[in-house]
């Protein structure tokens, strides 16, 4: 044991200076099935019929207007649910933070479902709420409040309803780790040196969960960006975005040049939010509390924005002055109850749905049965696709967690200079949009093979799903003491049992949590799919998505309760696990 | 100690049945406590003993169960925090990190309605006073853990309230910055003239800051007094043991008549005045004697004595301890006379001291 304790220093040291090859299979996949794919695409936008570079293709996105248009509407659809998705999810965001730690992780639950759940689905279920024969129109109807049906759908209000819709569970998701990292001896602190709940909220916890609110806005913003499913089923002509314009020029028209193009826009797009997010946003310099970054424009900006929060400040204490103490208790619960409402409710509604005696989408069902169901368990093209998807996702699972989870364990353990950039390359899947990366990457497998295969499908899902393991295998390691393991091996372990004994068994609920994240990120995926799967290889969201654009009918509400069911199932499995 | 004029000045701050539960958790029983203006008291006892939550209902921040609070004679229990006029100083100082120093200390008088030149100068001033002028546009971060203790003083101090309230302000300190900070805090509570609460659990740290000392242990006061009151006259072996080096004889009690008690035990029987005597339960008590009470020598008249070996010489700087072990293997620390040369370990040696001297505790 002597000898061993004397080798280990050198031993330990040269682990610690290597550790970093452990990130080694995931650079080299993302390298061959991200980068590589990405860059080709773009490049594609500035070559030639014959090869050679041109500007032809941005040419004829300037002087085509219907583009411009298209590129306005996407930022203004992007942004709008950004902006309300941060407005109506930050008190949620904010009451979820108030809670205790075990409680919070119970409610969570109420905004983990709604993020987990299928797109499609809830699609799905705006269709059949916001349609002029939908749910709302024949309750405002049958009320007498409306004559005539409300245009509810194919226009701004339905995407931005069905946008917000999807994406606030990001917002909220992302905002509320900061916010309940905010120290609550600074409330305590303004209140002894006078500050009233107005002024405790607007001049201190505001400017401090900036950051979260920050980053919450730039990931709905960016995933808003590359978004399609939404604004295919709930917009009319004029709300095409991006995405959709991107999947007709590749699958109707097959114009790659063009497609690249766009891709650029999107990607250009995508990093200069980022960038702005990194440099420009001002307010985030509220926060910042640092007086070395240039000086006097960040200092002009600080002290504009904190008479704007003083006045703020004022006029809510004014405001609420004017309620009962009781009364102003119970804002704030109300408001959260009907916010987890509107997320919750409208997915629930598909189930009476499926159990239909109809033929129709109606609600209320006019009676009960279970043929949607048997007609679901009985078609060879379902069952296969829900197969399909059970076999990638699980491959997926697998592979995403070895790969992200090594280079976790890399990053972790290194000291060395380039963790930064490796980090910031493994959480960049989910900064470019989707649409980009599936682009890239049916051009790719169409020239290697791949298209229509299973093993084509499981490359660009774990693609997808690295980011996601690789966030939860560092943040369980980050708070690991690695203490332990030296302890365990001045103690007689070796090192295969101080993994065995000690590493494997503390890391574990991250582990599992990054394996379900990456099996839910798969099960779920649509936007590879649409490319990479087809016919009689298709995925069940890509099923679903085909059967969506020809008509709508029960059995997809039948097929919704399932992906329901089995999404949620994995969700409280994985909720389970962690504690 | 700050004297006031007890007949017509009404205390600063008095506490009455002032209690907290958390469910089945008691965390202070029904307390009783008074404080004059301009007095410095301190909370001191173990971890746990309740300190932070009396200091807390004070302040407003935790609703107390049961009690009443009054400040200046007018009932304050209910009255919100922001609305009391207290500062609180806390012990990881919950400067904002938002703001800068200047900022921070501003604070307090913006929610007051200062206009904007006063608080620029008071501020300019009280930065001067904990001597950070040159901090002002710095963020918290920026600045060293002393310096941002400074900064939640200066924070605290600036709109002088009437009572400062502290939880442990130094305990994230190193020892000689403690001692720098301890000054400072003295000189700031001198010139305001503010009445402050301050909790520790150092006794050598309340011992140099208070006028007196609240003891608490296990959720309740188990003495209150001066430095030198607690010191001299402990009240309970809980007391002795906490404040100061004791030791301690612990036996059965008796009344040897003519004002006089006996605690005996295997090494002895020991006499004390009644008077120097608490109240005792079931015939069984602890007497107590400070190092530098026991001189060497056998004893003469009036007085005790006690014989044992010496088993450990301790330097401890200014002084050298002895440790004797008596018969029956107890052990009894007496302070080393640096006139006369030290004994070797394996010495028997007597001491002896006034019965005047002993205090007995339950
Ligand atoms: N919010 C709470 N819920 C339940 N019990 C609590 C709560 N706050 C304090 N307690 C309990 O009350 C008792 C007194 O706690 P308090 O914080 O006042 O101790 P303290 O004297 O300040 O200790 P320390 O020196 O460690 O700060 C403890 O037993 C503690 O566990
Ligand atoms: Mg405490």
Redesign the pocket.
Known sequence: MTAAGLSASPRTFRLRANALWLAAPAIAFLVVFFLIPVGRLLFLSIQGDTGSLTAEHYDRLLHTEVYWRILIITFRIAGLTAFFSLLLGYPLAYWLSQLKEQRRNQMLLLVLVPFWTSYLVKAFAWMLLLGNQGVLNRLLGGAGITDSPLPLMYNEFGVIVGMVHAMMPLAVLTMMPVMSGIDTRLSQAAGTLGANGAHRFWMVYFPLSIPGMAAGGLLTFITSLGFFIVPAFLGGRQQTMLAQLIIIQVQELVNWAFAGVLATMLLVSALIACWIYNHLFGLASLSAGSSTADKTSSAWTRRFGFALLEKLAWITSAVTGRFSQGGRGKILPGYVALIVFFLVAPTLMVIPIAFTSSDFLEFPPPGYSTRWFSLYFNSPIWISATVRSFGVAFATAIAATAIGGLAALAIARSRSRFGGVVFAFMLAPMIVPRIVIAVGLFYLFAQMGLVATNLGLVIGHTVLSIPFTFVAIAAVLKGYDWRLDQAAASLGAGRFQVLRLITVPLIRGGVISAFLFAFVTSFDELTIAIFVSGGLKSTLPKQMWDDMILQLNPTLAAVSVVVLVIVTAILLVADRLRR | MVHVDSKNALPKLKISGLGKR?GE?V??EPTELTVNAGEFVTLL??????????LQMISGLTEPTTGTLHVDGRDETATPVHRRDMGLVFQHYALFPHMTVGENIAFPLKMRGAPTNEVRERVRETLAKVQLEQYGDRFPRELSGGQQQRVALARCFVYRPQIVLMD?PLGALDKNLREHMQFEIKRLHREFGTTVIY?T?DQEEALVLSDRICL?NH?RVEQIGTPREIYSRPKSIFSARFIGLSNLFIGKVSDAGDGRIVVANSNGSFEARQENCGPLVNGKAGLVLRPEQLRPGPAGAGENDITGTVTEIIYVGSDTRLVLTLQDGETVSVRHDPATTLPALGDSLTYHWPIDVAVVVS
Do not use: C, I, R, W
Not at chain 2, 45 to 54: C, D, H, M, R, V
């Open positions: 958390y958790v965390a202070l006892g173990p971890s746990g003993s309740g300190k932070t939550t009396l442990e909790v659990h608490m959720a």
